[in-house]
């Protein structure tokens, strides 16, 4: 190595040179710190720019609802707002779905620098009266009495629930929110295919109750399409609730109108019932997904969000992407087979421990992908039973993005097609039958075939297990939410649609991919008519599955998602129904919802 002497011409020369290149280098660092940090503000700047979403977006099971939310945005309403809202039509132009009678759950995503996550539980309970056998007879579950008539209501919460949402994360009055729904029961709504078609599948049992009767039916029979319906009882009880929150629906005149009605048509509510229903507010369920993304779904007394977290966790230890459709499919349902089997364990939270964390450990995940053979079903009576469940089909769902970023993901119901068929007079409310969705007996099953489990089983101030799944999956680049109605097929339906986005495909596909569903007992793989060709039943039934395809389409899906990058929103409401997804633009002259 050459030394050079400083002291030197020659020296001094370098040395000289050697400090102007050091202080080139100096400054060329520094602006290449003060590029990258004026890059991260400009990329910050940017980011922010787009963590609202472009336009707010509301996709519902029915038009007038989608409508009604749309009109509460315009108010000045929030996402919160909104839901109110989207209910409160629903219950009113969909009482074979949801209503003042029934529950549901919200999942609430609350905007922020980071945002939080909230659950509403305004599950139905069971009456303080109920026991354990209130439905045997000589030992035996008779399946009637939990299904048509007052001894079949549990204690509704959806009206609690408007409430509580109006209250705590609204910006409007209860009343602004709930005027576009009395107005709809008031000057009526009409007729459509979907309300012929459920009524339909209720027909006798309407027929039954004269009060259903006079309310829903045209003189005993199926109203006509396009005909009016008009409900004045229900209008004046939604006001009584706008004018007395609450208490216009679980106090006073209105509350003992509703015992007397039910206690005369052998039911067992009381007073105390109604008196003592609360909205739970209960933390949701969140399980980490790959590519920096997040499951934000429904916790127990859902059994949905469980299954849906160990589906994805057991399908992410797969490679199901790579996969043919049929390949696809067995991995799908062998991943369904196993959540399933474990729902068992689970109830209402109130009165059981659920293992969730440890069904949703990696560990057991892992053991749970591992035990799927690639190219062979496994049969479910070989599966070990699930470490030391029932259901209801015709709920609602509906999905709402407000220009924030706040969100509503909310499933709905009163069990099957209008509730018990069972309406107390002087109300305008059809009851729900979710006592139905409890374990009536233990080695019974409920009308979707669930079995039933100890930690389901009946007692007074229960909330029954469900399937209902609203769910959200965020993440940096994007929001997206999710949910359908359908009774025990509802995590399966999430989940397909859940995978169609995983795999890129735009919000239309999510809602239209052709449904197949496996709940582990029976050991049937249900499919819609259209979900595999010929050739792929027969591939399947050579890999040992066994298959049923269901008569009619299924399910309601509600979707919306929001990228966060471009500030875009798309949505979808499943072609299966006659729901409606709209966007809405705030301006500071008009406010108009646009296509």
Request: hydrophobic content about 40%.
């Amino acid at each position: 190595m050459e030394v050079v002497n400083a002291a030197s011409p020659q020296g001094a020369g370098a040395a000289l040179s050697d400090l102007r290149s050091l202080r080139i280098q100096t400054i060329n660092k520094m602006l290449r710190k003060l590029s990258t940090a004026a890059l991260l503000i400009l990329c910050s700047l940017t980011l922010q720019a787009n963590q609202h979403p472009s336009q707010a977006a509301i996709a519902s099971a029915h038009p007038a609802a989608t409508v009604a939310g749309l009109e509460t945005l315009a108010a000045g309403g929030n996402a919160f707002d909104a839901a109110v809202a989207v209910s409160a039509a629903l219950a009113v132009v969909e009482p074979y779905g949801s209503g003042l009678g029934g529950g549901g759950f919200f999942l609430l995503r609350q905007a922020g620098s980071t945002p939080s996550y909230h659950f509403l539980d305004a599950r139905e309970r069971a009456p303080l009266a109920a026991t354990a056998d209130l439905y045997l007879r000589n030992g035996q579950a008779e399946p009637n009495l939990s299904l048509n008539g007052a001894l079949a209501a549990a204690i509704p919460g959806l009206p609690a629930a408007l409430v509580e949402l109006a209250k705590r994360y609204g910006r409007l009055p209860l009343r602004d929110s709930l005027t576009p729904a009395i107005r709809l029961a008031r000057d009526g709504v009409s007729i459509d295919r979907v309300y012929q078609q459920r009524a339909g599948w209720r027909l006798a049992a309407l027929r039954d109750d004269p009060e259903t009767a006079r309310l829903f039916l045209a003189d005993g029979e199926i109203p006509e399409e396009f005909s009016l319906l008009r409900q004045p009882e229900l209008a004046s009880l939604l006001e009584r609730i706008a004018r007395d929150g609450r208490d216009g629906f679980y106090a006073g005149a209105t509350a003992t109108t509703l015992v007397k009605g039910v206690q005369a048509a052998g039911g067992i509510w009381s007073l105390r019932d109604l008196a003592d229903y609360r909205v739970i507010e209960r933390p949701a369920l969140r399980f980490k997904l790959k590519d920096n993304r997040e499951l934000i779904s429904a916790p127990p007394p859902s059994a949905g969000g469980v299954a849906l977290a160990q589906s994805l966790g057991i399908l992410q230890q797969l490679p199901w992407q790579s996969a043919d459709k049929l390949q696809r499919s067995h991995y799908v349902v062998e991943a369904l087979r196993r959540a399933y089997r474990d729902r068992g364990l689970l109830g209402d939270p109130d009165f059981v421990t659920n293992p969730v964390a440890q069904l949703l450990a990696p560990a057991y995940l892992q053991q749970l992908a591992s035990s799927i053979d690639p190219q062979r079903a496994s049969p479910s009576a070989s599966l070990a039973p699930a470490p030391a469940w029932r259901e209801g089909d015709h709920t609602t769902h509906f999905s709402v993005l407000d220009s924030a970023g706040n969100a509503v993901a909310a499933t709905l119901s009163i069990n099957l097609p209008f509730g018990a068929a069972f309406s107390v007079p002087g109300t305008g409310v059809v009851l729900n039958n979710e006592m139905d969705d409890f374990a009536a007996a233990l080695h019974g099953s409920n009308s979707y075939g669930l079995s039933g489990s100890a930690a389901n089983q009946i007692a007074a101030g229960k909330r029954p297990l469900s399937s209902m799944s609203p769910s959200f999956i965020d993440s940096p680049e994007a929001f997206a939410t999710f949910g359908t109605p359908g009774g025990s097929r509802i995590p399966s339906m999430v989940l397909l649609a859940m995978l169609s986005y995983l795999d890129n495909q735009p919000p239309s596909a999510w809602v239209a991919t052709p449904r197949y569903h496996h709940q582990y007992l029976p050991d049937v793989i249900e499919h819609e008519a259209n979900t595999f060709s010929p050739a792929e039943q027969a591939q399947l039934q050579q890999r040992g599955h066994h298959l049923k395809a269901v008569e009619r389409p299924y399910g309601n899906q509600q979707v919306l998602l929001w990228n966060k990058r471009s500030g875009n929103v798309e949505g979808a409401s499943d072609p299966r129904g006659i729901g409606q997804m709209q966007r809405f633009t705030p301006w500071p002259d008009s406010k108009k919802p646009v296509d």
